[in-house]
C-alpha cells in the first residue's frame, strides 16, 4: 500500500511540474502583454509588470486600423472551413463505413495514402490552381482547399462504423431513405466525434500561417496570424503589441475547446474501433 501511494504522489509530482512547464510560457506572454516595450527589452522572466498598461491593447485596436478587419478575416475563414468540414467528412466517412459501391477501398486507401503526403508538396501545385481560377486575396481561395480533410474523413469512417445499424433500419422501416437518415438519425447522434472534429478542425485553421502567407498579398486580406508580422519591422520588434494581439488570438481557440471539451474525450474513443 505505501509502494502505491508513493507511486501515485511521484505521479502527481510529475503531472504538476509538466504542466507548471507547460503553462509558463503563457503565463509570461500574457504577463508581457501589460509591459511596456522598453520594459520587455530590458530583459528578465518577471511575470508581474513593474509599470502595468493598457496601453497595448489600446494601441492595436486604434492604432492599427487592420487589426479587427484581421480579425474578422480570421473568424471568417475559421468558422466557414469548420463547418464545410463537418458536413464533407462526416458524408464522406459515413459513405465509406455504410454504403457499399465499386471502388470503396480503393477510395479508402487513397485517403490513407493522402494522409502520407506532407502538406508542403501540395503548396505549389495549390497556389499554381489558385491562380488560375483568379482566387488569390479572397475568401474562397483560402477556404476552399481546406474545405476536406482526409485525416477527419478517416476519423468519421472509424466512428461510423461502430454506430449501430439498428438505429438505421428503424428509420428505413419508418419511410426514410439514406439522406434523411443521415441528417435525422445519424449526424445528431454523431457530436462526440463532431465536437472532437469541429476542435482539431478550427484550431488549425485558426492558427494556419502558410497557406494564407503564399497566397495573400493584399493586408486587408490577411488573416491574423499574418497580420501580427506587422508588429516586426526590420531593425525592431514591438514585442508589446505582438503579446497583447497574441492574448486577443488565443481567445476563440480557448473558447471553442472550452464549449466542446465535454464531447472531446468521449468523441476520441468512439474512433478507435473496428478497421
Not at 213 to 242: C, H, R
Not at 245 to 273: C, D, E, H, K
Amino acid at each position: 500500500m505505501k509502494s502505491n501511494r508513493w507511486l501515485i504522489s511521484l505521479l502527481y509530482l510529475v503531472l504538476i511540474t509538466y504542466t507548471l512547464i507547460t503553462l509558463l510560457p503563457f503565463a509570461w506572454a500574457f504577463a508581457t502583454s501589460f509591459k511596456s516595450l522598453a520594459e520587455i527589452s530590458a530583459g528578465g522572466l518577471s511575470l508581474m509588470p513593474k509599470n502595468f498598461t493598457l496601453a497595448n491593447y489600446q494601441t492595436i485596436f486604434v492604432q492599427e486600423p487592420l487589426f479587427g478587419r484581421w480579425l474578422m478575416n480570421s473568424a471568417i475563414v475559421a468558422v466557414c472551413i469548420t463547418l464545410l468540414n463537418l458536413l464533407f467528412n462526416s458524408m464522406a466517412g459515413y459513405a465509406l463505413a455504410r454504403i457499399q459501391f465499386p471502388g470503396n477501398q480503393v477510395w479508402f486507401f487513397l485517403i490513407l495514402a493522402i494522409l502520407m503526403v506532407p502538406g508542403q508538396v501540395t503548396l505549389l501545385p495549390k497556389f499554381l490552381i489558385l491562380k488560375s481560377f483568379g482566387w488569390l486575396n479572397t475568401y474562397q481561395g483560402l477556404i476552399v482547399p481546406s474545405a476536406v480533410n482526409a485525416t477527419f474523413i478517416f476519423m468519421m469512417r472509424q466512428f461510423f462504423l461502430n454506430f449501430p445499424k439498428e438505429l438505421e433500419e428503424a428509420a428505413a422501416l419508418d419511410g426514410l431513405g439514406r439522406f434523411g437518415t443521415f441528417f435525422q438519425i445519424v449526424l445528431p447522434l454523431a457530436k462526440p466525434a463532431l465536437a472532437a472534429q469541429t476542435i482539431f478542425v478550427f484550431m488549425g485553421s485558426w492558427n494556419e500561417f502558410l497557406m494564407p502567407l503564399v497566397i495573400l498579398s493584399d493586408p486587408e486580406m490577411f488573416t491574423l496570424p499574418l497580420g501580427l508580422n506587422a508588429f516586426k519591422g526590420q531593425y525592431i520588434s514591438y514585442w508589446n503589441y505582438i503579446m497583447a494581439a497574441s492574448m486577443i488570438f488565443t481567445l476563440p481557440a480557448l473558447v471553442v475547446y472550452a464549449f466542446f471539451n465535454r464531447y472531446f474525450i468521449q468523441g476520441v474513443a468512439f474512433t478507435g474501433g473496428k478497421g
